[in-house]
């Protein structure tokens, strides 16, 4: 797609100060695809002399980027995001290759992220200070007034995870810059053919030299140095609660965004419509087989309404397609590595052995998981509360909404929760009870429209992501105080 971006060994290099760089003796990662182990290309593990320079020259640009008045951001991301619609299809078919994503998902990711981009330029374009006036407080005359506006913060370090190698890059980096900031953007090992190319489209899209870097190389290796980095003046890291846990751990006095794991119970109530229940809960969970932060990860269904509810699940379960993305229309597609998939594994032949009923699925073939539903699932089952990142859906059944309330309360996690029913004053009595950051009535589990708050509470995450969101977190207010003498 970008004839400069890798050689004729399928060897991607880093942007660094506006060079594509890599090492004379720098390790090589092979990536490999998560469909049939063919190779889609090759990423330098980068050593501390080259971390260093990408994230000095990100402080160094930073001065002058604070600078570059709004209006001409907005018209780099503008042009990114045009980029980006012209290049659905290839870029669409290197994260098909590269993180097996299926074809729909992969196409509207792409999309997506351009929307996202353009949104972002516009709302940062359209973000006012304010002034307060000192009388306000009691004591104080009209004779202060404090002026407001937002200053970045410096150089941003972006972490991604493996499964939006695209958007969950480009939703760190366009708000991160629209604020001021320089970014240094170490993505996801197996994903980082796909944000290289989007690194590739910002500069294409004109970004000065040195405003956005990257860095690849696995996470357990340079990790530790990346993040510990005295020049780096903020986080925004999306991934696993234990990689977020040790990257709070270990760092100090630097501001941090994390977006981690889940575990998002979807409570069905006595009077839900059980067919909307069930086509929402079957895309929620098995969408990119489940590979979803926000994934409908158990069901709390209340006894009365739970054999009718497996019965049509079960039904639909059937239906979903599996197979290759390169197949065109697979919904349940292979994990993204053998690992993933004997975890989900372990998920299953725990369950099984403890005495879930198994409905649909609890196979494997290659890399794939076949979309199983489990019922009967106890709380002594690993699958009550771990996040399996795959294609396996318990049913936990409940007497009533106070019992689902407190089963979902009782996770670690606090990502999304649903409820399906009628009945607006049973769903804003769950609402109001759950510890979660989005409670969805009558809807699947979900992160967008991406201009709305997303959050994680406990293990789930610190802080707020959403367009707007994003960039007052990556800023902070910078007030000037007129003192008027009269
Ligand atoms: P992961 O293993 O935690 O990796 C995420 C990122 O962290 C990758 O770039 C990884 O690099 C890097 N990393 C690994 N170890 C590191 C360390 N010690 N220091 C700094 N960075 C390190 O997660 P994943 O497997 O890519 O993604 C799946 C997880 O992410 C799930 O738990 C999912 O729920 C969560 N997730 C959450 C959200 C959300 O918005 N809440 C969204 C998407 C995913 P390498 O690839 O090189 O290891
Ligand atoms: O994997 C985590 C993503 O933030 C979820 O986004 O709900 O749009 O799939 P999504």
């Known amino acids: 797609m970008f004839d400069n971006l890798c050689n004729d060994n399928k060897i991607f290099k880093n942007l660094i100060g506006g060079d594509w760089v890599i090492a004379d003796d720098s390790e090589l990662i092979e990536i490999k695809s998560p469909i049939d182990g063919s190779l889609v290309g ?11 320079k990408a994230i000095r020259v990100a402080k160094e640009v930073q001065k002058d980027w604070k600078l570059v008045p709004i209006s001409e951001k907005a018209k780099v991301l503008h042009k990114v995001a045009d980029i980006l619609e012209e290049k659905v299809k290839e870029l669409a078919s290197i994260m098909m290759h590269e993180v097996a994503k299926d074809k729909k998902s992969a196409e509207s990711e792409v999309i997506r992220t351009a929307d996202f981009i353009r949104f972002t330029a516009d709302t940062a374009k359209n973000i006012a200070g304010e002034s307060l006036p000192a009388e306000s407080f009691p004591g104080y005359k009209r004779d202060k007034i404090s002026v407001v506006t937002r200053e970045p913060l410096g150089v941003v370090l972006a972490i991604s995870p493996f499964n939006y190698p695209l958007n969950l890059a480009a939703s760190k980096i366009a708000p991160a810059l629209m604020a001021g900031n320089t970014v240094v953007l170490k993505p996801a090992t197996q994903g980082s053919i796909t944000a290289l190319h989007l690194v590739k489209i910002f ?35 999306t991934g696993s609660t234990e990689v977020g846990k040790r990257i709070s751990s270990i ?12 575990k998002d119970a979807a409570i069905v109530l006595e009077d839900a419509d059980l067919e909307l229940a069930a086509k929402n809960i079957i895309a929620g969970a098995f969408s990119y087989s489940g590979q979803r932060c926000t994934a409908v990860k158990r069901i709390l269904a209340v006894d009365t309404i739970a054999d009718k ?58 890399n794939i998981i076949y979309p ?15 996040e399996p990142f795959g294609p396996v859906l318990p049913i936990i059944r409940v007497k009533d909404k106070d019992e689902a309330i407190e089963i979902a309360n009782e996770s670690e996690y606090g990502l999304q929760s649903a409820i399906f029913t009628n009945n607006i004053n049973e769903a804003f009595y769950v609402s109001d009870r759950l510890e979660v950051g989005t409670v969805q009535v009558n809807n699947k589990t979900e992160r967008g ?24 977190a990556m800023s902070r207010p910078k007030a000037v105080v007129i003192n008027i003498n009269n």
Request: no cysteine.
């Open 372 to 386: 199983t539903l489990f019922d009967n699932v106890t709380r002594e089952m690993r699958l009550a509360w771990e």
């Open 42 to 52: 090759k990423v330098g593990a980068m050593n501390t002399g080259e971390v260093d």
């Open 251 to 262: 760092t100090t006095m630097v501001p941090l965004l994390m977006e981690l794991g889940g």
């Open 309 to 366: 509810l497996v019965d049509i699940l079960k039904r639909d379960i059937k239906k979903l397609k599996v197979g290759s993305p390169l197949e065109g229309d697979a919904d349940i597609v292979p994990l993204i590595d053998e690992k993933a998939v004997e975890f989900v594994e372990n998920l299953i032949k725990d369950s099984r052995e403890k005495g879930a009923t198994l409905v649909v699925g609890g196979n494997r073939e290659g």
């Open 203 to 237: 500069q294409e899209a004109g970004l000065p030299n040195g405003v956005l870097n990257s860095i690849t190389g696995k996470g357990s290796e340079i990790g530790d140095y990346v993040v510990t980095h005295p020049e780096i003046n903020f986080i925004n890291f």
């Open 449 to 472: 429209p991406d201009h709305f708050p997303f959050l994680g509470v406990k293990a789930s995450g610190l802080g707020t992501q959403g367009i707007r969101y994003s960039i007052e």
